[in-house]
């Protein structure tokens, strides 16, 4: 098996998902078999030759300089975090793998999700598992409140419904996973999540081709629940730092929406 190409995959993937008008181009793009730029487009907008690009993304080159990706990245329209996994790919730092068991959430986390029991909050270890979550979060989420919340997305029937808006949901989920393996690549546990999710489904491996990444700490979502309906809630993530990698999540409403109206029929439930 011959090394794996990260940058020129990276490179092909993103310059794909750029349009010419995107890009300043003012072309004609009728009729054009390749999807967003041409290889030579990016060149010419980046500065750099065409047979060049050509070898850094088919892997003969691997130590471009930080002006020629700076460069690319301003021509794939990469967002801040996009630019620093490219660097990245260029000048790898390695992060150990988490080194807490995926069962056990750590003590100022358990403490934190203790004072939120009356909301929708749980733990996520490395790679999205579900370790621990308030009794409401319990009641409201059911089968996505257990087990890997990417296995749940992409391979449980059910996702769709739970999530209203599942395509802007599993792009997002997708997106996260990347941010969290950058530096983790050798990871076991990552491919083993890897393998389960390529295998089963198509959607993954065409989210996981485009080659997006950022980690988002907060946001808005839509759920929908068999028993309480549909509410929309904002979430807020609070990542640990390293060996832990866990992150505490949190649902809250405004206190006079409808959501908020529908938790506290959640509340009323669990504490009967």
Excluded at 74 to 80: C, I, P, Q, S
Aim: charged content about 25%; hydrophobic content about 40%; overall charge negative.
């Amino acid at each position: 098996m011959g090394e794996s190409n990260h940058l020129g995959e990276f490179l092909r993937a993103r310059r794909e998902l750029v349009s010419p008008e995107e890009a300043g181009l003012s072309i004609r793009t009728q009729g054009r078999r390749v999807p967003g730029l041409r290889r030579e487009e990016v060149a010419a907008l980046t500065g750099i030759s065409v047979e060049y690009l050509t070898r850094l993304e088919r892997g003969k080159d691997s130590a471009p300089s930080r002006q020629v990706l700076d460069a690319l990245a301003a021509t794939l329209r990469l967002e801040d975090e996009a630019v620093r996994h490219l660097h990245s790919l260029v000048w790898p730092v390695a992060v150990q793998p988490p080194a807490v068991s995926a069962g056990q959430p750590v003590p100022a986390l358990a403490r934190a999700l203790a004072r939120f029991d009356g909301e929708i909050a749980y733990i996520l270890g490395p790679y999205f598992d579900v370790i621990a979550c308030s009794e409401v979060a319990e009641a409201f989420l059911g089968r996505a409140g257990h087990g890997n919340q990417l296995e749940y997305v992409f391979l449980d029937r059910e996702a769709p419904f739970t999530y209203p808006d599942w395509e802007a949901v599993a792009l997002e989920a997708v997106a996260a996973l990347r941010s969290m393996a950058r530096g983790r690549e050798d990871d076991q546990r990552l491919h083993s999540l890897l393998g389960r999710l390529s295998a089963g489904s198509d959607a993954f491996r065409q989210l996981w081709a485009r080659h997006d990444v950022h980690g988002h700490s907060s946001g808005s979502k839509r759920i929908s629940s068999h028993r309480f309906g549909t509410i929309t809630v904002l979430w807020d993530a609070f990542m640990t730092a390293y060996p832990t990698a866990q992150t505490l999540v949190l649902y809250t409403a405004d206190p006079s929406t409808d959501t908020e109206t529908v938790l506290q029929t959640v509340r009323r439930s669990v504490s009967v």
